[in-house]
């Protein structure tokens, strides 16, 4: 979230009770991440509550709060989000148009995704190699207009071509804090799925 102008945000709430105040800025970061489609970081959320309050304490109790109700707390990369529990999903699917938010990605493009996420930072020619066939610029942009991929840094060999790295769209699309979320490789191979 961009810097906005909190001067008329009573941040203390000095004039509250303790436990007061508490669930007070519980419900602001909880109105913050509801009114959010990204991730918030732990900076923005600062931004609203007291000078002694820690945010991760706040989210801890907040995730406390809403067991129980179809939405969850969920950490996604740096910051945090609110999300409907999976359970939820089918009766979602059912009464709403959420097609439009769907990641509705072919499996090709789902596989070059999946090959970024693991072996990033990776290059075109990275990925060459490991399906066989040169990757489409299209492809590519596919991914990068959906913001499920980002340009990481270049290859230090000649023409420095950009490798490709996952985003914090990416974490938030598939419920993961951060790539350590990322099953690993040798687990899903024993599932009978593999890692391109």
């Not at 989000?81 to 059912?94: F, G, H, K, Q, S």
């Amino acid at each position: 979230m961009g810097r906005r102008d909190d001067t008329e945000l009573d941040r203390e709430l000095a004039a509250l009770p303790p436990e007061l105040r508490w669930r007070e800025w519980m419900r602001r970061i909880e109105a913050v991440l509801f009114a959010s489609a990204t991730p918030v970081a732990r900076d923005d959320l600062a931004r609203i509550v007291g000078q002694g309050a820690s945010v991760d304490l706040l989210i801890e109790d907040l995730t406390v709060d809403l067991e129980g109700r179809p939405y969850e707390v969920a950490q996604a990369g740096a910051g945090w989000m609110l999300r409907t529990r999976p359970a939820y999903a089918p009766a979602i699917r059912a009464a709403a148009d959420v097609g439009g938010q769907a990641l509705n990605l072919a499996e090709f493009d789902l596989a070059v995704l999946a090959a970024i996420a693991f072996h990033q930072p990776i290059s075109r020619d990275g990925l060459k190699d490991i399906f066989g066939k040169e990757i489409s610029r299209d492809l590519i942009g596919r991914l990068a207009e959906r913001d499920l991929i980002g340009t990481g840094p270049r290859e230090p060999r000649r023409g420095a071509p950009y490798t490709f790295v996952t985003t914090g769209t990416f974490l938030a699309a598939f419920g993961l804090a951060s790539l350590r979320d990322l099953p690993d490789p040798e687990q899903l191979d024993d599932a009978g799925l593999s890692v391109p």
